[in-house]
Nanobody
Framework: VQFVESGGGLVQPGGSLRLSCVAS????????MNWYRQIPGKGREFELV??????????IYGDSVKGRFSISRDNGKNTVYLQMNNLKPEDTGVYYC???????WGPGTQVTVSS
């Protein structure tokens, strides 16, 4: 099982980024997918950012990102996306994807929101 996140970077407040995560080693279309983030200063705590069901019919967002972030997936490409708009400094952190029910994690991608 492998996850490879990409798309992070440095962006000014109010800007946008689109993260991608390519998954392999399991049946991607049969697993709900998550985006988590680890915020600096909060230790090892992982915050759920968004979750999407297998056929994209059910989606949930963390309260702090509702209305600004959008999760989507392409089962043909084994890829899950996170569109992040109106970014705020408090969104700074390392973003990870994973599959519900699997304990594997990728290396993550760093997002820094700063002027």
């Amino acid at each position: 099982v492998q996850f490879v996140e990409s798309g992070g970077g440095l962006v000014q407040p109010g800007g946008s980024l689109r993260l991608s995560c390519v998954a392999s080693g399991f049946s991607f279309s049969e697993r709900d997918m998550n985006w988590y983030r680890q915020i600096p200063g909060k230790g090892r705590e992982f915050e759920l950012v968004a979750r999407i069901s297998t056929l994209s019919r059910n989606i949930i967002y963390g309260d702090s990102v509702k209305g600004r972030f959008s999760i989507s997936r392409d089962n043909g490409k084994n890829t899950v996306y996170l569109q992040m708009n109106n970014l705020k400094p408090e969104d700074t952190g390392v973003y990870y994807c994973n599959a519900v029910g699997l304990r594997h994690w990728g290396p993550g991608t760093q997002v820094t929101v700063s002027s």
